[in-house]
DNA sequence: CTATCTGTAATCTGCATAATTACAGATAAG
DNA sequence: CTTATCTGTAATTATGCAGATTACAGATAG
């Protein structure tokens, strides 16, 4: 996937921890991307819900009152992230061959599929469980939410 | 994720479909690639006992006793395929700040648990499955192994 | 009114992916 | 033994996409 996801997720769990507004350039330098870029992002988390932005000298991205509870499935779902995708397709729809013609949706079917099983993952992780996991000490992520499920 | 996958699965749909050995050209001809890195793909295929190689006249891909039965988790796990994955990290470890340091390997660790939850859902599903599906006239994919299942 | 910030578009650059070409090695047929 | 056919693999080229960069109009607080 592209990493939309990883700078929306990233500038959310900062906007989260220091709890107030926070501009496109402090987050790019934490992110280590551009400015502009985190614009194009953060613009499509506000009609979401997920931040506030604000113009003005004083403005910026800032925290919602539910953000801790919002979960990474709400990240995607914004963005319209694809977790699981392939540029490519195999066959030919116009092809006699059944295997040809057919395979090509067929994959796309497996990957929707797979897809939806990771939003569904996805909903079980809160910003807030990231905030914590990332000060709890611990390296390995997501366990927080995660912890206990083995599918 | 890259195409080497689709094409793997396509390859070894025809070839247990038809029955027989089938050259690198038959292939890329029904798959819409080239000889070459159909050849590159079903290589990675041999050693997991996938497929047979033969070389010389006759030759080509040949299906194995077992290969109906074998889940489109053994073909990825034979190409080292990635389901979910990002080219791009986001922060800095080198950062004093823990969320810039660590949210590269946090996001890290929530695509390996994704990843692994998609190779698991893979397991569900064989290559003779796909056959079936392609050729019970319905569209969509992935249904016949996935069917009453929810998560 | 001015400084600062967002939203967005246009362009450039670099990288990953696939196509193409080529050839050495293996195998079956005659 | 020779030949035709096929795999395995490397080298090169072409293409498309992701991200960086630059620029600017519009909004807002002081």
Redesign the interface.
């Known amino acids: 996937?592209?990493?939309e996801?990883?700078?929306a997720?990233?500038a959310l769990?900062?906007v989260s921890?220091v709890g107030r507004c926070v501009s496109s350039e402090e987050l790019a330098e934490?992110?280590?991307?551009n400015p502009a870029r985190v614009r194009k992002v953060m613009a499509r988390l506000v009609p979401a819900g997920l931040v506030e932005s604000r113009a003005g000298a004083v403005g910026g991205y800032c925290p919602t009152a539910g953000l801790d509870a919002r979960t990474?499935a709400d990240v995607a779902d914004a963005l319209g992230t694809r977790?699981?995708?392939?540029?490519?397709?195999?066959?030919?729809v116009d092809?006699e061959?059944?295997?040809?013609s057919?395979?090509g949706?067929?994959?796309?079917?497996?990957y929707?599929?797979?897809d939806a099983?990771?939003r569904?993952?996805?909903a079980q992780?809160t910003v807030g469980d990231?905030v914590r996991?990332?000060?709890s000490g611990r390296?390995?992520?997501?366990?927080g939410a995660?912890a206990g499920r083995d599918?």
């Open positions: 996937m592209n990493s996801f990883a700078i997720t990233h769990v900062y921890h934490n992110i280590c991307t990474l977790l699981v995708s392939a540029s490519w397709s195999s066959g030919d092809r061959c059944q295997v040809s057919g395979m949706a067929l994959m796309q079917g497996v929707d599929d797979l099983l990771c569904r993952r996805l992780t990231v996991e990332l000060f390296g390995a992520a997501a366990k995660a599918d």
